[in-house]
């Protein structure tokens, strides 16, 4: 059994080693690699070696780079959410994330109205749409994780 290659996850595995600060050479040394090794795994044209799962996890984190799990979730039908540390937020700082929330949702029903007012969507107003879209998620999830946080259990 072969493995399929998806060029936006071959596109952002290089990427996030190759774009960070000091390349591979120094995220290597942060997650416990050898550099070619690491340049290799993140090299689509080499077969020989591949990313693990935990590699993967390992790299983003120390790059604070979230570009490969993204990428596995639009492949997968999906969307990597990364949810902030809201555990010290106040009420006051709670209620005014709802207001971006749903300030974020008029702004993506304004682009919506303009990706439909020739009667067709475009492929450049469909993806600001998504975005939209995507902050609307991203949002709502950070809202509910605060709730979570001040929940009695």
């Not at 390992?58 to 999906?78: F, T």
Request: glycine share 6%; no cysteine; aromatic share 6%.
């Amino acid at each position: 059994m072969s493995i399929k290659h998806f060029s936006d996850l071959d596109d952002a595995k290089y990427s996030v080693v190759h774009d960070f600060p000091g390349g591979s050479k120094r995220l290597s040394l942060l997650v416990g690699m050898n550099s070619g090794t690491l340049s290799n795994k993140v090299n689509s044209d080499v077969e020989t070696h591949h990313l693990s799962v935990d590699e993967s996890v390992a790299i983003q984190h120390a790059a604070n780079d979230r570009r490969i799990i993204s990428a596995e979730a639009r492949i997968l039908g999906g969307v990597f959410i990364q949810l902030g540390d809201f555990s010290q937020v106040s009420d006051i700082e709670l209620l005014d994330k709802y207001a971006e929330w749903i300030q974020d949702i008029g702004e993506t029903s304004a682009a919506l109205r303009e990706a439909l007012t020739n009667k067709k969507l475009t492929k450049d107003s469909l993806s600001i749409v998504h975005r939209e879209m995507h902050e609307d998620f991203a949002r709502a999830m950070e809202l509910y994780h605060r709730l979570e946080a001040i929940s009695d259990e």
